[in-house]
């Protein structure tokens, strides 16, 4: 095969929600496992191979409710994987979150010794995925969940964490969600308007060539990456009013207040671009998802409309030069909201959640 030659991505190998964005509205559940004994470990991995969503039948109307799985590096040592193979791993995944908190910016009050058990202590070693539609689908998708771990001696669930979308399919800080997430070659979605062609498979999944026309690096022996992708799991607390209070501190009027905040997201709430509604909010732009993706910063190469640090555009720069080539090094990002709402937005009657649930696909 040469190096422009593209392999067809083996769907049915592939883990749902490693290509494929969720449905709109959905509900799910995190169900986080200790592996206490090395055969209970195994014996659940048998067992999940048979329950895991493939990419291949991704949301189909008769399977409402998906699963899918990961393992941690330290889930990887207690189900035995030999010293040899774990070797191959990349060093990153092998240190684990924690260790890396400084290269990360998680210090003071994000230091690891604050994070919430079992966080950073090493006892998160599978993490089971659960996404439904609606609460009664999930109901059917926890007990498939709950069939293959809880008669097994030797596993712990050490976490669970329910998650959902708001009804606005907004973030916590009232901003439109889940915009222009890079589309991957063969996977069968079309790449947003403005980002250019989908990006290489091997940019997300292990096995595939890359940006690059290579084959990035892989676990070996090869099934222990082939068709797999690197996951940051990240639970975030969202200061919600405090960014409040920083907008009206540092603003003269609610229209400055927005525009602030515009600066500092890079788009508008209504998820309009700065780019192409520097001035104010543009709700129909924002909702047509063939326009509010529709841009580039080419008119824009100092960031005066839209500054270079703001998050849409380190996001994705898209042709920004300032960062050399932006095809490499993209992520996927699933966020989402859990916990209660945190009260009432000035002038709005939809309440907001405290917090923040990200999943990211990492390049390979």
């Not at 995925?129 to 998708?141: G, H, P």
């Not at 068709?227 to 960014?243: E, I, P, S």
Request: charged residues 25%.
């Amino acid at each position: 095969m040469t190096a422009t030659e593209a392999a067809p991505l083996q769907l049915d190998e592939i883990q749902g929600i490693v290509l494929r964005d969720r449905p709109s509205p959905y509900v799910g559940t995190y169900i986080l496992l200790r592996v206490d004994d090395p055969g209970a470990g195994r014996e659940l991995m048998g067992r999940l191979a048979e329950l895991v969503d493939s990419a291949a039948n991704w949301w189909q109307p008769d399977l409402p409710a998906l699963l899918n799985a990961g393992l941690t590096y330290r889930g990887l040592e207690a189900l035995q994987v030999s010293p040899v193979a774990l070797s191959t791993f990349p060093e990153e995944f092998r240190q684990g979150m924690a260790a890396r908190a400084e290269f990360i910016g998680d210090a003071g009050e994000s230091a690891p010794a604050r994070w919430e058990p079992p966080f950073g202590t090493g006892q998160v070693h599978v993490v089971l995925s659960l996404l439904a539609a609606d609460q009664e689908s999930l109901a059917v998708v926890l007990e498939r969940a709950r069939k293959a771990h809880a008669q097994l001696r030797g596993l712990q669930v050490v976490h669970r964490q329910d998650f959902y979308q708001l009804s606005s399919g907004r973030t916590s800080f009232g901003y439109k969600d889940g915009i222009g997430n890079p589309a991957i070659e063969g996977s069968g979605a079309e790449s947003p308007p403005g980002d250019g062609s989908v990006l290489k498979a091997g940019e997300f999944v292990l096995g595939y060539r890359d940006e690059t026309g290579n084959l990035p690096p892989m676990p070996q022996p090869a099934e222990l990456g082939r068709n797999g992708t690197f996951v940051a799991w990240r639970k975030l607390h969202t200061r919600v009013a405090a960014f409040r209070r920083y907008l009206h501190d540092n603003s003269g009027s609610p229209e400055e207040e927005s525009l602030l905040a515009a600066k500092i997201v890079g788009r508008w709430q209504s998820g309009a671009p700065l780019i192409l509604a520097p001035e104010h909010d543009d709700p129909a732009l924002g909702a047509d998802a063939q326009r509010n993706n529709g841009f580039r910063y080419e008119s824009d190469p100092h960031g005066a409309i839209c500054p270079h640090g703001a998050h849409a555009r380190r996001a994705n720069p898209r042709d920004s030069e300032i960062i050399g080539d932006i095809r490499l090094h993209h992520m996927i990002r699933r966020g989402t909201n859990y916990g209660p709402a945190s009260g009432r937005h000035p002038g709005r009657r939809r309440r907001r959640p405290w917090h923040r649930l990200r999943l990211h696909r990492l390049a390979p």
